[in-house]
């Protein structure tokens, strides 16, 4: 961690920013940057379009009356919704879009292990998501984005289900493609010198994401397609009226869906550790309990599907062992979070964007994380499955933790990817109107649900519509804080002011090189200056020393 | 003296925090009245969970705020902080704190589990609270009781429940003396039907306070899952299974069932209610329920199967009296 390795040679010397014309970014490029910033971009215009669904979902529940969409197509609009945010925004951005562009860079590779594998990982989402948005020319999936059986067999929307199918399995198979390569270059395109522990922590996340997509997606695919076949073809694997059984869906589908929540968070957690320690100047404390409680994490996160299913008639030696198992990803969860806090605390925080969304992250993540505590307990998840405490409880997960890490990520890394820095009073309205926006949105949806307002209803109990009404305030702000985002990102990519190299004066290997970099990335070989978290006043020195003298 | 007060100041401040979760535990108001033995128990330990969260949360985001304030960097100082990378007793400490505490959730929430179902066998057939077993139907004995039953799906629930032992079976009226009111469950888009006997269905649920209720639960086209939140009780029901669901109702007064797992279009309309009797009321009900049966059994329209049902009769019988307005 502390070691300085001598400088064997020259890294950054010719190296002149390279844009990329923009023309490439609609190629079937290979550089691994050039896909990376093709998956940002097009999962945040997911983003938009799932938060539209959404928007159009809390305007509905803004009185308790389905007055606005019918219930039908309200159903459809949720299901979209979280299709959209999962499976085209979350996972592609934090995986495909930070997970291409770092890795190699912060492992000293030129490129991914596989480029062209790379290439069609991401091209196979683009016709994902135009097959799902077409769905609503239609009839798009209205059987949530879970689409248990028999519901989903029996639904009206018999095309637009398939549709939503098919688009799960292109989805799914990029994913797939992606983990093999995130391992494969990890594990054999380390830099010279770079041992696993001398390797930054998102690239450690990165590693326990992608085992976990490996071993759990190929799972999801089987259930697709047998439901596919249940749907097109008159099967009867999950249809209870053929002898089928709808419980086994759940389990497949879970097996896939839960750790999935970890594809989203790990990367995210990853940023985090990488954007805290120069924004706060110190070096992240724990470093190996970092790492390893990644590892944990995925392989308890392989254990706890079940627990979505307490409610299902699951055999009580099941819900006990997968109760225990839940409760214990609380302990690798919490060693990330107090690691974080600790590396805070005597630090000299820059309280910019990206470390105020850090910041926002952790303090909405925890609560994300307290209330799964909560719901792991067996008991007490029984009274409120499938109510708006999940709701709130995911959100705060997903949205608390995934955006907010996402948009630190996004302001730590915009300098790096175009070569200009973002404005940073914007991205302060930005932070400040995100942060003002989810607490309003999903905190009050905690009581809704302890009340008794079951989730997905179009219409519901009268008794609970003061409280809907603020949640949908909450709603539009959240919808609205995303409007300085993009006119910042969107004028700084053109305009913005010149970015050196390396703004934050990190230490991480991507930081060596231009902004934005070259192609394969560094003139020479890239060089091991520093450990990836040196920070501290007294390493300055001899970072100071070892810099100079590379 | 400066240790000692910076000692006095850190046990003042998590005495502090303990206080106010311990407080925020007791005196949440977030859970809605508790009507029945189980939404007791499950109050403790919900209330419980809630206090060591609250706590967490407090001692987190008053770090997190705490260091915005003290640690932010002051114009002009371009220092870097302390290098420090670990201090593994710290790290130790909050390893095994967070363990040692969901372990005791963990126990906890088993026992509070077990003591929601009652004292139930839990090896196998015979298990009540939120449970399921595969129905068995016996095909032969549905043939010769066909007659008998006024739909299938009622005598297929009874079947299932004659198989467990120790509990009353379905589709008999409970007497005075019995331990445990049966009942028969058939979720359906959109609508509950309750069979007290093969006469008796109804869309309401009546229960008498204090007895022992064993819900026997079908779904004949989809998943549903009951729902009383004043009971903190809930069961998915499946069709192609049988689930059950036990619980003691405590309080006398009217609450909502609700379907919890998404059933379709109208699913937010799935909702009647549960009506917690005193026997008295139970009885004079139950009569009343019996009258009805025998002067006009067809009155019941839910009591018919589905298959037998248009769409419209269910809208129209069932979901439209509970205040859904259609845009369709």
Known sequence: MTQTLTPTQSSTAGAEPQKTPWWEFFTFSVDHKVIGIQYLVTSFMFYLIGGA??????????????????????????????????????????????????????????????????????????????????SFFVGPASTGWTAYPPLSILTDEHVGQAIWILSILLVGTSSILAAVNFIVTIWSMRMKGMDLFSMPLFCWAMMATSVLALLATPVLAGAMVLLGFDLLIGTNFFNPTGGGDPVVYQHLFWFYSHPAVYVMILPVFGIISEVIPPHSRKP??????????????????????????????????????????????????????????????????????PLLFAMGFISTFLIGGLSGVMLGSAPVDIHVHDTYFVVAHFHYVLFGGSVFGIYAGLYHWFPKMTGRMLNEFWGKIHFVLTFIGMHLTFGPMHILGLQGMPRRVAQYDPQFAPINVICTIGALILAFSTVPFVINAVYSWFKGEQAPDNPWNA?????????????????????????????????????????AVS | MKVNNKLISIVVIIGLIIAASIWYGRNNGLLPVAAGDEATLYDGLFNTILAIAAGFFLIVEGVLLYSIIKFRKRKGDEADGPAIHENLTLEIAWTAIPTVIVMWVAIYSFDVYTAMQGTQD???????????????????????????HSNSMTSKATLASSNNNGVMMAGVIPSEDSDVVAINVSAMQFAWVFNYTDEIATAELHVPVGKKIRLNMNAVDVLHAFWVPQLRIKQDVIPGRETYLEFTPRVVGEYPVVCAELCGSYHGGMRTTMVIDTPEDYAKWLKEQQEIASNDPEAIVASRPPSQMSEQEYLAGKVAQMGITSKK
């Open chain 1, 53 to 134: 669904l959404a928007s159009a979902v809390r305007v509905e529940l803004a009185t308790p009356d389905s007055d606005l969409v019918d219930p039908a197509f309200y159903n459809s609009l949720f299901t979209m919704h979280g299709t959209v945010m999962i499976f085209l925004w979350i996972v592609p951005a934090v995986t495909g879009g930070f997970g291409n562009y770092l890795v190699p860079l912060m492992i000293g590779a030129r490129d991914m292990a596989f480029p062209k594998l790379n290439a069609i990982a991401f091209w196979l989402t683009i016709p994902a998501g135009l097959l799902l948005m077409g």
């Open chain 1, 284 to 353: 992240i404390f724990g470093y190996k309990a970092i790492a390893y409680s990644s590892m944990m994490i995925c392989a308890l996160g392989l254990f706890v599907w079940a627990h979505h299913m307490f409610t299902s008639g699951t055999p009580d030696w099941l819900r006990v062992f997968f109760m225990v198992a839940t409760l214990l990803v609380a302990v690798p969860t919490g060693i990330k979070v107090f690691s974080w806090v600790a590396t805070l605390w005597g630090g000299k925080l820059r309280l910019d964007s």
């Open chain 2, 122 to 148: 839990l090896s196998g057939m015979a298990h009540g609270g939120m449970h399921n077993a595969v129905a068995h139907v016996d095909h032969a004995a549905h043939h010769e009781s066909g007659g008998m």
């Open chain 1, 507 to 547: 230490l991480t290997l991507e930081w060596t090189t231009s902004s934005p970099p070259i192609p394969h990335n560094w003139v020479g070989d890239p060089v091991l200056a520093t450990g990836p978290y040196d920070y501290g006043e007294e390493y300055k020195e001899d970072r100071q020393e070892a810099i």
